[in-house]
Nanobody, 125 residues
């Protein structure tokens, strides 16, 4: 049974940092992509970053490219999102998601099949 559990959210001030974790069970990250998504209040959910467990390639949306860093430790089936210099616009519920990648060169930019329950991040002074 595939399960994703996020943790690490919280309430912080602008300029602070947080690290989100996503623990995956029921599959191996070696063959999956992990995406981090954000749903801000009143807005649609958007993908902000993803990583391929196949080759470690990563992607970021422009608004977080210089501040966030995605990584994965396949040996413990855990993905991370390091978020630095947080801004009020980063406020939202953060979800991790997983999708199987069938080829070694497959991109993590694709629709996702499995979702975690989300963790709240609030950035406010």
């Amino acid at each position: 049974q595939v399960q994703l559990v996020e943790s690490g959210g919280g309430s912080v001030q602008p300029g602070d940092s947080l690290r989100l974790s996503c623990v995956a069970t029921g599959f191996s990250l070696d063959y999956y992509g992990i995406g981090w998504f954000r749903q801000a209040p009143g807005k649609e959910r958007e993908r902000i970053s993803c990583i391929s467990g196949r080759d470690g390639s990563t992607h970021y949306t422009e608004s977080v490219k210089e501040r966030f860093s995605i990584s994965a430790d396949n040996s413990i089936n855990t993905a991370y999102l390091q978020m630095n210099d947080l801004k009020p616009d980063d406020t939202g519920v953060y979800y991790c998601a997983a999708v199987e990648i069938y080829t070694p060169w497959g991109s993590c930019l694709r629709p996702y099949d499995y979702w975690g329950q989300g963790t709240q991040v609030t950035v406010s002074s």
